[in-house]
Nanobody
Framework: QVQLVESGGGLVQAGGSLRLSCAAS????????MGWFRQAPGKERVFVSA????????LYADSVKGRFTISRDNAKNTVYLQMNSLKPEDTAVYYC???????????????WGQGTQVTVSS
């Protein structure tokens, strides 16, 4: 069992940056591949990025490629999502998730955080 807590969300102007953190407690984070997903109001939750257990492999949605960077510090039991050049369409609740493989599919992720709100103003 692992508990995930996201932080770092907030209100930012278009073109700005935010760094989200996902802190894990319980089982060590290095046991899991990690993913970030987001859900905008009235829309389904969608994939943003994923990272392998050791951080050596990453995956990004086309909509964030080149702007967002996922990373992890297993010693700190934390995963990060650095978000640059933010756009109003990036506004959503962002969730981190832990699972067995770094996939774009939400189903394989077993554990989820409660989410953190990111709002990008134009």
């Amino acid at each position: 069992q692992v508990q995930l807590v996201e932080s770092g969300g907030g209100l930012v102007q278009a073109g700005g940056s935010l760094r989200l953190s996902c802190a894990a407690s319980g089982r060590t984070l290095s046991s899991y591949a990690m993913g970030w997903f987001r859900q905008a109001p009235g829309k389904e939750r969608v994939f943003v990025s994923a990272i392998s257990r050791n951080g050596g492999w990453t995956l990004y949605a086309d909509s964030v490629k080149g702007r967002f960077t996922i990373s992890r510090d297993n010693a700190k039991n934390t995963v990060y999502l650095q978000m640059n050049s933010l756009k109003p369409e990036d506004t959503a609740v962002y969730y981190c998730a832990a699972g067995n493989s770094p996939t774009f599919r939400s189903g394989p992720y077993r554990y989820w955080g409660q989410g953190t709100q990111v709002t990008v103003s134009s």
